[in-house]
Nanobody, 117 residues
């Protein structure tokens, strides 16, 4: 089993920047990838970004240029950098991890990011 704990959520002004962190513990030695999903209010969950253990990163097309994903394998952490935040970025953000390339089988509890003035 893998446990994921997110941190860094909160209230952010429109146009501002913010960073989410996630630390993994447990059977982390066989993780293939980590990433972030989000679920805006009243909408379905969507994949935001992912990054493999080797550093191959993928971002949702609509977020390229504003969001970044990075990973520190030594600390078992993954980060989501967010710039130019908009009210529509308001969502519950979930840290996720995959033990195989097929699916993200581990999920954190989720952390709220609210973009509002």
């Amino acid at each position: 089993q893998v446990q994921l704990v997110e941190s860094g959520g909160g209230l952010v002004q429109p146009g501002g920047s913010h960073k989410l962190s996630c630390v993994a513990s447990g059977r982390i030695y066989d993780l293939y990838a980590m990433g972030w999903y989000r679920q805006p209010p009243g909408k379905q969950r969507e994949l935001v970004a992912s990054i493999t253990q080797g550093g191959d990163a993928h971002l949702r097309n609509s977020l390229q240029g504003r969001f970044t994903i990075s990973r520190n394998n030594a600390k078992n952490m993954v980060y989501l950098g967010m710039n130019g935040l908009k009210p529509e970025d308001t969502a519950l953000y979930y840290c996720v991890a995959a033990s195989t390339p097929n699916e993200f089988d581990y999920w954190g509890q989720g952390i709220q990011v609210t973009v509002s003035s």
